[in-house]
């Protein structure tokens, strides 16, 4: 199974940027679908971004134009970038890898999906 470390969380100024990284140890995290979260103290977790593993990004309507999500393949890592930022984008942000996968013809579809354990994004005005 596949590990995810995040990293690159901070304190900035509204209209700064961040980049947050997101490693992976233990399987290529090419196969995955990647997914970012954020998360704010007393609400539900949000879908910030989605990089298929066919290399097809989406994103939510608050961050599009800000954000770009990215993959390196070489060095097993996902990047989420982050400009102009906000003070609403204050959460502390998660990277989460998923796939759907069969173990052998017949199996069952299996199903993987495993999160990192988050960074913390500040954004003050």
């Known amino acids: 199974q596949v590990q995810l470390v995040e990293s690159g969380g901070g304190t900035v100024q509204a209209g700064g940027s961040l980049r947050l990284s997101c490693v992976a140890s233990g399987r290529n995290l090419s196969i995955y679908d990647i997914y970012w979260y954020r998360e704010t103290p007393g609400e539900p977790r949000e879908w910030v971004a989605k990089l298929t593993s066919g290399g097809n990004t989406n994103y939510a309507d608050s961050v599009k134009g800000r954000f770009t999500v990215s993959r390196d393949n070489v060095r097993n890592t996902v990047s989420l970038q982050m400009n102009s930022l906000k003070p609403e984008d204050t959460a502390v942000y998660y990277c989460?890898?998923?796939?759907?996968?069969?173990?052998?013809?017949?199996?069952?579809?299996?199903?993987?999906?495993?999160w990192g354990q988050g960074t913390q994004v500040t954004v003050s005005s």
């Open positions: 989460n890898a998923d796939r759907k996968f069969r173990r052998f013809v017949g199996d069952f579809v299996q199903k993987e999906d495993v």
